[in-house]
T-cell receptor, first 111, second 111 residues
Framework: EPEVTQTPSHQVTQMGQEVILRCVPISNHLYFYWYRQILGQKVEFLVSFYNNEISEKSEIFDDQFSVERPDGSNFTLKIRSTKLEDSAMYFC?????????FGSGTRLTVV | KNEVEQSPQNLTAQEGEFITINCSYSVGISALHWLQQHPGGGIVSLFMLSSGKKKHGRLIATINIQEKHSSLHITASHPRDSAVYICAVRSRTSGTYKYIFGTGTRLKVLA
């Protein structure tokens, strides 16, 4: 069964550093999403991406965040200058329009 | 008050029991999702609903748009159903869409 692949599974970074979280969506999917879940809290929507541009974003997705689909297969989330409160599990998902397939997540720890 | 409320927050059942998890929302929506988050953290999309009822195996999801309420039912529950079940809605406010997640229902099915 097709999978959404996220790398790395766990990343530790120093506060203020830039991080790039990578996702390979399912190849024929058209919609791409990033979510995050702070430990012990509910899942939060960050951004959706369609037709090579952001279609929706939440209040969390400020200027520190950006997304790209650089080569038609990868879908990346960049955090420019990480803060302690960015520590969370970040999930990528892709969809053809109904139903989603989630990746297994990247646990980001900012120290 | 949360825009998406789930009940119960925690549920323990015996194997074989019929389980119902409820989701109420206070915003206008274009779609409602039921997600399953495994103990390891991975998320699986179960259903996307905009009206009526959907069934997949032992899982049934219903939505009542007028009452702003959805239910997820599990028939003949099994210990492997133990997970957190999350309701999420896609709502439109002032021309923009946002995704709102419930805090989840933690289900434990005992053998």
């Amino acid at each position: 069964e097709p999978e959404v692949t996220q790398t790395p599974s766990h990343q530790v970074t120093q506060m203020g550093q830039e991080v790039i979280l990578r996702c390979v969506p399912i190849s024929n999917h058209l919609y791409f999403y990033w979510y995050r879940q702070i430990l012990g809290q509910k899942v939060e929507f960050l951004v959706s991406f369609y037709n090579n541009e952001i279609s929706e974003k939440s209040e969390i997705f400020d200027d520190q965040f950006s997304v790209e689909r650089p080569d038609g297969s990868n879908f990346t989330l960049k955090i420019r200058s990480t803060k302690l409160e960015d520590s969370a599990m970040y999930f990528c998902a892709s969809s053809l329009g109904s139903g989603y397939t989630f990746g297994s997540g990247t646990r980001l720890t900012v120290v | 008050k949360n825009e998406v409320e789930q009940s119960p927050q925690n549920l323990t059942a015996q194997e074989g029991e019929f389980i119902t998890i409820n989701c109420s929302y206070s915003v206008g929506i274009s779609a409602l999702h039921w997600l399953q988050q495994h103990p390891g953290g991975g998320i699986v999309s179960l259903f996307m609903l905009s009206s009526g009822k959907k069934k997949h195996g032992r899982l049934i999801a219903t939505i009542n748009i007028q009452e702003k309420h959805s239910s997820l039912h599990i028939t003949a529950s099994h210990p492997r159903d133990s997970a957190v079940y999350i309701c999420a809605v896609r709502s439109r406010t002032s021309g923009t869409y946002k995704y709102i997640f419930g805090t989840g229902t933690r289900l434990k099915v005992l053998a």
